[in-house]
């Protein structure tokens, strides 16, 4: 990961990086943030629905932090 990451900010144009953030809409982040968000829960409420279907009883917030976790590490 640190080696890939070095190799990232190697070949990274930092000038060109803080131009194209210099134009970009805020309305269009704080929509995309939120649809990321949105997925999230979605995806979320999907795996609570089929626990649940296997007869596993938990909380949303279980399964919201196991798919933030399993999303993280994959």
Do not use: P
Request: charge should be positive; glycine fraction near 2%.
């Amino acid at each position: 990961t640190c080696g890939l990451l070095y190799f990232l900010y190697q070949r990274t144009d930092f000038a060109r990086l803080k131009e194209v953030f210099s134009h970009l809409k805020v309305f269009y982040y704080v929509v995309a943030l939120m649809l990321c968000f949105t997925f999230q829960v979605v995806l979320s409420f999907r795996w609570k629905v089929i626990c649940e279907a296997w007869n596993v009883k938990k909380k949303f917030s279980f399964f919201y932090k196991t798919y933030l976790m399993g999303f993280t590490f994959n």
